[in-house]
């Protein structure tokens, strides 16, 4: 089990861990698409969110991050927002994997992706990205993919992803920008764009790259972690 926070208290249920508030009562949070809806998630983002609010293509989109990813090996990830587990399709199976969401529905699609793609001992948390429960100094690599517009305070995100990972340590995100949006679609969340991301970068001690590739209103980045 990957190291926790001394503070933090953290229960199994299912394939799940949950942390435990006051009163023994489970952190509970609210997901943009319910968890009775949870199965229909994959549906929705090929038929819909890629081609018509993106315009984006999908494989182009798992290319980009194979891409990426492909000299990543028996290392510690961390991803924000995993989903329904879409990283299977990019990421090594030698790698050792947590995933993090609200959604537990999700989730739960997402664990058992991983454990049928060959995942060695995949991790689960029912956790919101900027209040991880994680110790500091624990991870390789995180992954935020499409869910950065998502999080409610995205300054409060790089700041928890740069205590958690290690030194030199890299965070690769795909965001929907602004300026990227040349058909004027309706995104939901918040987005940033790629200027204030890389200012955002900064501030928390971070080197901003650019991924070369043009897919939508899609920006491909990774942040190095510098000390």
């Given at each position: 089990?990957?190291?926790?926070?001394?503070?933090?208290?953290?229960?199994?249920?299912g394939?799940?861990y949950?942390?435990?508030?006051?009163?023994?009562?489970?952190?509970?949070?609210k997901p943009?698409?319910?968890?009775?809806?949870?199965f229909?998630?994959d549906?929705?983002?090929?038929?819909?969110?890629?081609p018509?609010?993106?315009?984006g293509?999908?494989?182009?989109?798992?290319?980009?991050?194979?891409?990426?990813?492909?000299?990543i090996?028996?290392?510690?990830i961390?991803?924000?927002?995993a989903?329904?587990?879409?990283?299977?399709?990019?990421?090594?199976?030698?790698n050792l994997?947590?995933?993090?969401?609200?959604?537990?529905?999700?989730?739960?699609?997402a664990?058992?992706?991983?454990?049928?793609?060959?995942?060695?001992?995949?991790?689960?948390?029912v956790?919101?990205?900027?209040?991880?429960?994680?110790?500091?100094?624990?991870?390789?690599?995180?992954?935020?993919?499409?869910?950065l517009?998502?999080?409610?305070?995205?300054?409060?995100?790089f700041q928890?992803?740069?205590?958690?990972?290690?030194?030199?340590?890299?965070?690769?995100?795909?965001v929907?920008?602004p300026?990227?949006?040349?058909?004027?679609?309706?995104?939901?969340?918040?987005?940033?764009s790629?200027?204030?991301?890389?200012?955002?970068?900064?501030k928390?001690g971070f080197k901003?790259?650019?991924?070369s590739c043009?897919?939508?209103?899609?920006?491909?980045?990774?942040?190095?972690?510098?000390?």
């Open positions: 089990m990957i190291k926790l926070k001394s503070d933090i208290h953290i229960v199994k249920k394939r799940l949950h942390v435990v508030e006051s009163r023994n009562r489970l952190m509970r949070f943009w698409l319910g968890d009775g809806f949870s229909l998630y549906f929705i983002m090929n038929s819909s969110i890629f018509k609010k993106f315009a293509d999908i494989q182009k989109h798992y290319y980009t991050l194979t891409q990426e990813l492909a000299g090996h028996c290392r510690q961390l991803e924000l927002g989903g329904s587990g879409s990283a299977v399709n990019f990421l090594g199976i030698d994997y947590t995933g993090t969401d609200i959604s537990p529905g999700l989730l739960k699609q664990a058992k992706r991983f454990l049928e793609a060959g995942f060695p001992n995949p991790e689960f948390y956790v919101s990205a900027d209040d991880l429960p994680f110790e500091s100094g624990v991870f390789d690599v995180c992954l935020c993919i499409l869910s517009n998502f999080i409610g305070s995205v300054e409060k995100v928890e992803v740069s205590r958690v990972l290690l030194p030199k340590g890299v965070f690769v995100c795909s929907p920008v300026e990227r949006n040349r058909l004027h679609t309706t995104i939901r969340g918040v987005l940033y790629e200027a204030e991301l890389e200012k955002i970068c900064q928390y901003f790259e650019r991924i043009e897919n939508g209103v899609l920006l491909y980045f990774k942040a190095i972690k510098q000390s």
